[in-house]
């Protein structure tokens, strides 16, 4: 059980698109789920947490109005890179709390950026 | 605030054997909870183990132990008997338990078995 799913795996864009991430639990419902990114041999940083039915809590330093996040059902988180550019570029994972103590993670987006 | 020091950015160890990777932590909650992620060159993130800060015993999980010591604010991940498949970057993380439950990760360790 417990598991997260994302969409799309990666993807390449131009400069200046916008691009949407989609994080689903499948098999719980989570009421908070958290948008993180990874550029290469670093660490998770944690970008925003994403509250169903309210505005997202973004950490300091994330530019909310580039990257929007919209938790509209109890399944789903979407993250939307909006005019990416080619430091957009990196890793974005999602994650979310499933029964008991675990926390799960999507397997990940791979944005790329030209 | 919380931090997560992971003090060895690379290791290598021979099949079968067992390996220690290191956490520390620094909190002034009393209640919280440290994870343990294996993160192979795909990307994902897969949880191995969970150590609530009121557990009284070490958590284990098949082949994976976390030896916790409170006093010391260490969380180490003990993997026995080492396989090939277990090459990958392994991330200690934290958690409040109350409140936003936002993990805080350590920079990772990574980990080459070799045959």
């Known amino acids: 059980g417990a598991v997260v799913s994302q969409h799309p795996s990666w993807v390449i864009c131009k400069s200046g698109t916008s691009v949407k991430i989609e994080c689903r639990s499948l098999d719980f419902q989570a009421t908070t789920m958290f948008w993180y990114r990874q550029f290469p041999k670093q660490s998770l940083m944690l970008m925003a947490t994403s509250n169903e039915g309210s505005k997202a809590t973004y950490e300091q330093g994330v530019e909310k109005d580039k990257f929007l996040i919209n938790h509209a059902s109890l399944t789903l988180s979407t993250l939307t890179v909006t005019s990416a550019h080619p430091e957009d570029s990196s890793f974005y994972i999602c994650?979310?709390?499933?029964?008991?103590?675990?926390?799960?993670f999507g397997p990940g987006t791979r944005l790329t950026v030209l | 605030a919380q931090k997560i020091t992971q003090t060895q950015p690379g290791m290598f160890v021979q099949e079968k054997e067992a390996v220690t990777l290191d956490c520390t932590y620094d909190t002034s909650d009393p209640s919280y909870g440290l994870f343990w992620y294996k993160q192979p060159s795909s990307g994902e993130m897969i949880f191995l183990i969970y150590q609530g800060s009121y557990d009284q015993q070490n958590a284990t999980e098949g082949r994976y132990s976390l030896n916790f010591q409170k006093a010391r604010k260490s969380a180490n991940l003990v993997i026995s008997a080492s396989q090939l498949g277990d090459s990958a970057m392994y991330f200690c993380a934290m958690r409040y338990n109350f409140g936003n439950e936002k993990l805080t990760f350590g920079t990772g360790t990574r980990l080459t078995i070799i045959p």
């Open positions: 994650s979310a709390r499933g029964g008991g103590q675990g926390q799960y």
